[in-house]
């Protein structure tokens, strides 16, 4: 996983591999997951993966990271309290995160006279 998420150090900013996996082992430090740092793609969790996905947008140098439905990303998150406290986490350079759940406030305000654009 640290080749995944220092890509884009190397390419977008020369930064040399060992550099750039050193700051993906950092981030992956600060939410507990340094335990996937050499694991592939396969061998990990959606959770795991999730993570990845997430601390590699990071890297790049966009302002806004758009989540959509985390729910589909991660089944199995009963609690969404703890991945949004470890998305403040990681966010260090205080990008704008956008969460977008449709499916979950579709089900919680249906009956109601608000709408849901899709």
Do not use: W
């Amino acid at each position: 996983m640290y080749e995944n998420i220092s890509l884009i150090k190397e390419v977008k900013e020369n930064l040399s591999r060992d550099k750039a996996e050193e700051v993906a082992a950092e981030y992956l430090h600060k939410v507990a997951l340094s335990h996937i740092g050499l694991l592939r793609v396969s061998q990990c969790t959606a959770r795991e993966i999730f993570y990845t996905m997430f601390i590699r947008a990071l890297m790049s140098k966009k302002n806004s990271i758009l989540i959509v439905l985390p729910y589909s990303l991660i089944k199995n998150l009963t609690k969404i309290d703890t991945l949004i406290k470890n998305i403040e986490i990681l966010n260090d350079k205080k990008k704008n995160i956008l969460l977008i759940d449709t499916v979950t406030n579709e089900n919680r305000y249906k009956g109601y006279s608000c709408h849901i654009i899709k």
